[in-house]
């Protein structure tokens, strides 16, 4: 079985920083992406950091240039840090992990989430 616990959410003021962390553990294999996604009250799950294998990343426009991503793949373990935090970053944010299976397709898993609170 795959886990992902994440650690480093808790309550900042606009303009100040986080830095998330997902550490994944159990039989992994080999790791097509890992990022992290975002849900606020009433609102859809997004995302706001994907980083595949190869280290390429994205980022959706309401967080570029203040979230950045990074993997640690001796770890796998997976970074956001957040700058420049605005009250509408507040949010549950979780982890997600695709790995591939030998017939060439991806199985998702997710952590339990961690909250982000900014208060303005």
């Known amino acids: 079985q795959v886990q992902l616990v994440e650690s480093g959410g808790g309550l900042v003021q606009a303009g100040g920083s986080l830095n998330l962390s997902c550490a994944a553990s159990g039989s992994i294999g080999s790791i097509r992406s890992m990022g992290w996604y975002r849900q606020a009250p009433g609102k859809q799950r997004e995302s706001v950091a994907t980083i595949t294998g190869g280290g390429i990343t994205n980022y959706p426009d309401s967080v570029k240039g203040r979230f950045t991503v990074s993997i640690n793949d001796a770890k796998n373990t997976v970074y956001l840090q957040m700058d420049s935090l605005k009250p509408e970053d507040t949010a549950v944010y979780y982890c997600?992990?695709?790995?591939?299976?030998?017939?060439?397709?991806?199985?998702?898993?997710w952590g339990r989430g961690t909250q982000v609170t900014v208060s303005s």
């Open positions: 997600n992990l695709i790995v591939w299976t030998t017939r060439g397709t991806g199985v998702e898993y």
